[in-house]
């Protein structure tokens, strides 16, 4: 699997990611600055990771994602290449137009810190291969913008294509109210576009791959999109 | 003379602002549509609240940017500011803008 880890001012997550993605792979990531108007040649997977781009001046991902190198990521994901978005990525996956709706400010206000648990809605995606349908992971959330909303109409077809891959809940499985975080919409923690191809997810997966960091649960994300890219090829 | 000073000569200068030197000041204002929930703005009204501020009913929060633009033409200031506030100031998604040329 050949990654690439876009790299835009104030991000602070792309060293965890790269990690990640070496341990999932055994190779390196290119690390690509968002100035850069190509990706390498033969990516298979481009991650935008998370953090703090520009500040988030004006709002979460915004100006980030009007940097040149996203037009790349635009004709990229539109010849159905693999993209993943975490945290900030997300959020500024959604200010490029790549994913649909937006991310609002935590429903409490509050910066929130800690584990969260998710359950995994299906299995039969290169995003969520290395899970089981149904089954509850721990990963951490870093964030004061993840409360996930979008019209009506938008939800319903999140909903009805079965576009919601990741959503919070409590540690035996139950999705409602207290688990939900951030207040997000149907308690949403992450989506997929219309195409299957690109995920965008507030939790940090690629904080639990090691026992040293106390959990493994995140691997199954990363080893599934190995799977799958090996699979393809 | 270095180039720079050349550059940077009174005399320069004031040739550059008589070609280049008007400007209009413009007001893009961006607030939430309605029906989008607004934690901050209930925040805010919590606190005026609080702080026993008459009156207050309700409160939404929004942004307003102050922009200069260089030139003279108003129709042609306020399809950039449009085009400004379509691309970057504003999320269109959950957000309205306003465009106003002052003077």
Known sequence: ?233 | MSPFEARASPAHLRVTFRVLGWKMKARVTVTLKSGILDPQGKAIEGALKSLGVDGVASVRQGKVFDIEISGSDKARAEAALKDAADKLLANTVIENYRVEVLS
């Not at chain 1, 990531?29 to 190509?38: F, G, N, Q, Y």
């Not at chain 1, 033969?42 to 953090?51: E, K, Y």
């Not at chain 1, 790349?72 to 490029?96: D, H």
Request: net charge negative; proline share 4%; aromatic share 6%.
């Open chain 1, 1 to 233: 699997m050949k990654s690439a880890v876009l790299v835009f001012p104030g991000i602070n997550r792309e060293r965890d990611m790269a990690r990640a993605l070496r341990l999932a792979s055994g190779h390196e990531p290119a690390m690509v600055w968002h100035a850069e108007t190509l990706l390498p040649k033969g990516t298979d997977l481009v991650v935008v990771p998370g953090g703090f781009s520009y500040g988030d001046y004006l709002r979460c991902g915004a100006i980030a994602a009007r940097a040149p190198v996203m037009d790349a990521v635009r004709a990229f994901a539109g010849s159905g290449g693999l993209v993943l978005g975490v945290c900030n990525g997300f959020q500024i996956l959604c200010e490029a137009g790549l994913l649909p709706g937006v991310l609002m400010r935590n429903a409490r206000l509050k910066f929130i810190c800690h584990d969260v648990h998710l359950r995994v809605e299906r299995s039969d995606t290169p995003f969520t291969r290395g899970y089981n349908a149904g089954q509850i992971i721990r990963v951490p959330v870093a964030h004061g913008e993840g409360n996930y909303e979008a019209d009506e109409e938008t939800l319903k077809r999140l909903e009805g294509e079965g576009r919601v891959l990741y959503r919070y809940c409590s540690a035996d499985g139950v999705v409602d109210e207290n688990s939900n975080i951030n207040g997000a919409a149907q308690s949403i923690a992450g989506i997929v576009n219309a195409g299957g191809n690109v995920l965008g997810m507030m939790p940090h997966p690629e904080n639990h791959v090691e026992d040293i960091m106390g959990c493994t649960d995140g691997r199954g994300l990363f080893a599934g999109l190995v799977a799958h890219l090996e699979r393809a090829a």
